[in-house]
């Protein structure tokens, strides 16, 4: 039976409506890839509030590995909800934030010491991990990378990438960030090892001629760049920086927000390498859709700052942790990063097979589950074929399957439907996928 149901056009009248409200009242910044309103998730669905049913291959940017509507999710944070909604950290504790810390601690990928802290969102674990690696250090300059994101907060958008549409008009921003081209072999028309090797050059001349490392207090670099366009690290580059970093005295912050739990077929992206960060920042995935984010990390960097100097009024709220709590006990429970390691493989030969059909896809490139297509009008040139990414979109949509575009250009689509996705539904998006490519190139 077709997960896909379309009963009016899309978007129908009843989200017509609500587009109506929304214009009146709603920030006109906020902007929303597919003009629907949904009304309940299951699995890997979507159903909006006209009774259209979607394969849903966005999953909350990344947000619900563990797929809509987990009634386990649900009633932890029903129970915690029962008891107390909020106390606020800072005015007194609950079991669910400690027991939140405490699976962390357990599952971060570093030896030794670990603690952990719990804010609302991505955002903000990667402006308190740069604050906790600043007071660490007593170093004031933060390296990181071209194609990154790492939030939209005044501190994170210093450190995201991307200007339009992200940036325009928002500056000025934090001073001492400094920023190092992110190895990108198909832009850059090299191999993996050869774009590596024009990294490490690029970064030993920084230190000469832009910043000594002395005053770096940390490199901070997304495992798999999300909105830069799902950019695999080559061999030797994640593996470059943590030797460089232990070298200088640096602080190595690994932001895993949307490459974390399960994305790329380890619990976290950074266990591919065979190296451990000083500090690693989580979201997304992290509670299920609950708003919960995370900074883990070795012990006496997480515990530098003095009493006060971290916090939030919601950080860490009881509901998202005990949320949190029972989400990672289902990736454990379920194996759900086997499952998504399986449906990864599956995904990336699917893709892989569109390739040779519709030239319009000039990059199959990714890591796990963590898979993206990169479109270009031309192979030959790697011309971005932007427009042509948000026509495969649009006529996906139509068709009932939901997808996100990221890249610097806009031109890329990529993948986070839940990990545990049914196989028949994974079939069933990636044949409307092949017919959105047809009618985009038509």
Do not use: W
């Amino acid at each position: 039976m077709p997960a896909i149901t379309l009963n009016t056009p899309v978007p129908g009248p009843k989200s017509q409506a609500l587009l109506q409200r929304r214009a009146k009242v709603v920030a006109r910044g906020l902007s929303t890839a597919h003009l629907l309103f949904i009304e309940r998730g299951e699995g890997a669905t979507l159903t909006d509030v006209d009774g259209n049913t979607f394969i849903d291959f966005c999953g909350g940017i990344g947000t619900m590995n563990i797929g809509h509507g987990r009634v386990e999710v649900v009633k932890a944070a029903f129970e915690q909800a029962s008891r107390v909604t909020h106390t606020a950290i800072q005015v007194a504790g609950y079991e669910s934030y400690i027991a939140c810390a405490e699976a962390l601690c357990r599952l971060a990928p570093m030896s030794g010491d670990k603690a952990a802290m719990m804010v609302t969102t991505g955002t903000e674990a990667v402006e308190n991990a740069v604050k906790l690696a600043r007071s660490y250090t007593k170093r004031p300059a933060v390296l990181c990378f071209e194609h990154a994101f790492h939030g939209r907060s005044l501190g994170a958008l210093s450190f995201t990438s991307r200007y339009r549409p992200y940036k325009v008009g928002f500056g000025p921003f934090l001073p001492e960030v400094y920023r190092l081209p992110y190895p990108y072999p198909y832009r850059e028309g090299l191999s993996a090892a050869e774009s590596v090797e024009r990294f490490k050059t690029s970064l030993a001349q920084a230190f000469h001629t832009v910043i000594a490392p002395s005053q770096v207090a940390a490199i901070m670099v997304e495992t798999v760049p999300g909105e830069g366009g799902f950019l695999a690290p080559p061999a030797g580059f994640l593996e470059h920086l943590r030797e460089v970093c232990t070298r200088e005295g640096i602080v190595f912050i690994i932001d895993e927000v949307q490459a974390g739990f399960g994305r790329t077929g380890k619990l976290f992206a950074i266990q591919h390498f065979g190296v451990e960060p000083d500090l690693m920042t989580c979201g997304k995935s992290l509670a299920a859709g609950f708003p919960l984010g995370a900074v883990v990390g070795r012990a006496e960097i997480v515990n530098s700052s003095d009493p006060g100097g971290l916090g939030g009024t919601y950080g860490g709220n009881p509901m998202a942790c005990a949320a949190a709590v029972e989400s990672m006990a289902l990736f454990e429970r379920e194996k759900l990063v086997e499952r998504g390691a399986a449906m990864g493989k599956k995904l990336e030969a699917a893709l892989r097979g569109l390739a040779e059909k519709h030239p319009l896809i000039g990059d199959v490139r990714g890591l796990g589950a963590m898979q993206a297509i990169e479109l270009v009008t031309n192979r030959k040139t790697r011309e971005p074929a932007t427009a042509q990414a948000s026509k495969v979109q649009a006529e996906a949509r139509a068709r009932g399957l939901l997808l996100l575009t990221a890249g610097t250009f806009g031109n890329v689509i990529r993948f986070l439907m839940p990990l545990n996705i049914d196989e028949a539904v994974l079939n069933e998006g990636l044949t409307v996928l092949d017919q959105a490519l047809e009618a985009a190139r038509a």
